[in-house]
């Protein structure tokens, strides 16, 4: 299941399909990746603070999220973890034209259970497997949430790949795979700077060149379906002056 957090001032919805209350109250409706649960709880905050408008939030993997978008369900705004399901939603006529807007950028690390796990370097010479100790490597969807992708991505260019394959515990998204090792249910996983910094169970031990991977970066639109008259004022404030120090302070970069 989605790993989600309930904010003060933004309401998160259930995930599903049969929805139709979400419109209730709500002036605004945000599907957004799940590693931006923290910092965009804040952001929504903020958003109700100054303007008086509601955002109701709801968090899982992206491409569950694009998936339900495709599918009907009622988004206002997508936020995705990867360029791809926002291509992909606009090429299935699901996205607004000319509402793209990449907003955020995020670092891929390697994450340990505790706080006194010692550094390695990730590179080809690093003995995963043997760090796990018959343990999981824990990470989202290698073939379909963004950080499980990056992350597979990253391990098949160091060479790691096939090795550690076998001993992969995947996640339905990113923050169940930092839940995971937080837990100490797996005592290694891959994750994104930031979601390592929302939790102090966890150590990071590397953080994967960015040569490794394609750049992890984090756009948003609005949806063709949305009839919310506060869609594009939310969407301008998530990349406004009041809504950078909120992502900076949580380890993103802000793109202009």
């Known amino acids: 299941m989605p790993l989600v957090r309930r904010p003060v001032l933004a309401t998160l919805m259930a995930l599903t399909l049969a929805a139709a209350p979400l419109r209730a109250g709500a002036d605004v409706t945000v599907f957004a990746a799940a590693s931006l649960t923290t910092a965009l709880d804040r952001v929504a905050a903020a958003w109700t603070a100054q303007t008086g408008q509601t955002a109701t939030l709801s968090y899982a993997g992206s491409s569950a999220l694009a998936r339900q978008i495709q599918q009907g369900a009622p988004a206002d705004i997508f ?16 996205l ?3 509402t793209r807007r990449d907003i955020l950028g995020n670092r891929l690390v390697l994450i340990a259970h505790g706080p006194d796990a010692p550094p390695v370097t990730l590179d080809a010479t690093l003995d995963l497997p043997a760090l796990l100790r018959g343990g999981r490597l824990a990470m989202a969807l290698v073939d379909a949430v963004p950080a499980g992708v990056y992350g597979k991505a990253a391990l098949t260019h160091l060479g790691l790949w096939d090795a550690v394959a076998p001993q992969v515990a995947q996640a339905d998204n990113v923050r169940a795979a930092l839940a ?29 060149p960015a040569d ?3 750049p992890i970066t984090y756009p948003a639109a609005i949806t063709a ?21 909120i992502w900076q302070d949580h380890g993103f970069t802000v793109l202009d």
Request: proline share 6%.
């Open 212 to 214: 490794s991977h394609a």
């Open 96 to 98: 607004r034209p000319g």
């Open 225 to 245: 379906q949305s009839d919310s008259p506060q869609a594009h004022a939310f969407l301008a404030f998530l990349a406004s002056d009041s809504a950078r120090p």
């Open 180 to 208: 995971f090792v937080a837990r100490a249910e797996a005592p290694l996983g891959i994750v994104y700077a930031t979601d390592a910094a929302a939790e102090d169970r966890v150590t990071v031990i590397g953080t994967f």
């Open 79 to 94: 936020i995705s973890a990867s360029t791809d399901w926002i291509e992909a939603l606009a090429a299935s006529g699901d």
